[in-house]
């Protein structure tokens, strides 16, 4: 389990030795950065080291678009550093994975609504989400021959602290939340360890058979039917 925060991950360790007193032996925490390959490299070997094998992965890091602006408004270098963690961060995960997980292993990929839904203002996080699809169709394609399944999972939004803070826009500041966002059929943003379950599937036997898939958890968003009644 890795993050580039410290006090995430003591939270996260924290979490798990609550609710399951015996998974210690099963887990150990790294700080890692995934826009440096070294970084990723070192997490890699390290857990091949711990564990003496990688049976799978999941490359939930990312970096929200808080800025809301037109692409002719937004600045280049805030566009680049979005596409540096998200796709450039997912690139080096997945090159030093493929190289260390066993046959028949299974990586996820967390994109988003964004890897297939647009909308203004948000040309960084959505150009990243896409690519993030390309990878895995092509991460998908290289691992089949080993039996290496490659999905990407796609959330809509959800209740986390990245989420629920509030995002620039020309207009000023705006929050997302249940009630202003009508694709949500339900009108429930679901919890972590609702999209958790879903990776958890994807990384699983019961999906042996799913691969280079866009596996979208998103209360119906893009279907585009946005009348719940």
């Known amino acids: 389990m890795c993050a580039t925060s410290a006090d995430n991950l003591s939270k996260a ?3 798990i030795d609550d609710e399951l007193p015996d998974a210690k032996s099963r887990y150990w925490t790294c700080i890692v950065d995934i826009a440096n390959l070294d970084s990723v490299r070192s997490w890699i070997e390290e857990t091949v080291a711990k564990f003496g094998k ?4 999941a490359n939930v890091a990312a970096v929200e678009q808080r800025e809301i602006f037109p692409i002719t408004d937004l600045d280049p270098e805030y566009f680049a550093r979005l596409v540096n963690v998200n796709v450039v961060g997912t690139f080096h995960c997945l090159k030093e994975e493929m190289k260390a997980i066993k046959d028949g292993g299974s990586i996820v990929n967390v994109g988003s609504i964004a ?3 647009a909308t203004y203002g948000t040309s960084a996080y959505v150009a990243a989400k896409h690519a993030l699809i390309g990878l895995t169709k092509v991460a998908a394609f290289e691992g089949a021959s080993r039996r290496v399944r490659v999905n990407a999972l796609c959330p809509g939004c959800f209740n986390t602290p990245m989420m629920t803070q509030p995002f620039n826009s020309p207009n000023g500041q705006f929050h997302l939340n249940k009630d202003n966002i009508p694709c949500i059929l339900n009108r429930e943003l679901p919890e972590t360890w609702e999209i958790a379950g879903s990776v958890a599937f994807l990384l699983g036997d019961e999906a042996a058979h799913v691969t280079k898939a866009s596996w979208f958890v998103d209360g119906g968003w893009v279907e585009g039917n946005y009348s719940s009644g």
Do not use: I, P, V
Not at 54 to 57: P, R
């Open 54 to 57: 990688l049976d799978g992965a």
């Open 13 to 15: 360790a924290k979490e």
């Open 115 to 117: 890897s297939q839904y």
